[in-house]
């Protein structure tokens, strides 16, 4: 889910520059697990660092600052439902944002490590979504 950033040392490179150095870009998964491997890019260190930088904005960064937003959002539509119990619009727009944090979830947290966990995590995630349309639905 998060961009990685893996470091090459330049003693591998550099000890038998007539050599071809073979690059396995995998990712762990469990049996039956869903993954996807995105574009890999080599190069210098220098060349490469800002490339990975806009690419943690925009894949995490932003993200993160949207479901903040919306659970800011959330906390005062919460406040103003509990004032206003008879406009239960007020109400409907928390749980939905609080729902939509649920769905984006990997954003902020790292995922569990152990297979049950994960599954369970993955699931809470994606029925989520349903609860969002659900809510948005009325």
Known sequence: VRPLWAVIPGALTSLHP???IELVVAVPTHWQGSYCVSTAWLGASDDLE??????WALQISVPQATGMTLVVLALFALSLWWRRRHEPAYLLFALASLGWLLRNLHYHVDLPRGKLALEWFWWMT???????MLLTRR
């Open 126 to 132: 994606h029925a989520s979504m349903g609860w969002v």
């Open 50 to 55: 800002m490339l990975q930088q806009q690419r």
């Open 18 to 20: 007539d050599r071809v």
